[in-house]
C-alpha cells in the first residue's frame, strides 16, 4: 500500500484514459533521435497527445525519454514490445 492520495487504477482504467485523450493512436517508429521531439510537438498540435513509439530501433527507448522531457503534454509508450528486456526498459 502507498501513501497516494490518487487511488491506483487498474490497466484497463489506464488504458482507456489514455485512448480517451484522442480517437487516433499513432504508431511511429523514430529512426534518429533529432526527429522524436519535433514529431511528438507535431502530433500533439495535430490533437493526438497519446504516442506509441515501436521499440524497432536502437533509438526507440532514448526517443521515449526525450519526448517524455521534453513535450509534457504528450503522453508516450511503447509498442511492438517482445521481450522481457523490452518490458523493462520501457
Known amino acids: 500500500m ?24 499513432p504508431v511511429v517508429v523514430i529512426d534518429d533521435l533529432a526527429d522524436a521531439v519535433p514529431l511528438a510537438r507535431a502530433l500533439v ?3 493526438l497527445p497519446a504516442i506509441e513509439v515501436t521499440l524497432r530501433t536502437p533509438v526507440a527507448l532514448d526517443a521515449m525519454a526525450a519526448i ?11 509498442g511492438t514490445v517482445i521481450s522481457a528486456g523490452h518490458v523493462d526498459a520501457a
Do not use: F, I, M, N
Not at 15 to 24: C, E, F, K, T, Y
Not at 70 to 78: K, L, N, S
Open 68 to 78: 517524455a522531457a521534453e513535450v509534457p503534454e504528450a503522453v508516450v509508450g511503447a
Open 2 to 25: 502507498t501513501d497516494s492520495p490518487v487511488p491506483a487504477q487498474s490497466a484497463a482504467e489506464a488504458a482507456a484514459s489514455v485512448l480517451d485523450l484522442a480517437p487516433v493512436l
Open 45 to 47: 498540435a495535430g490533437g
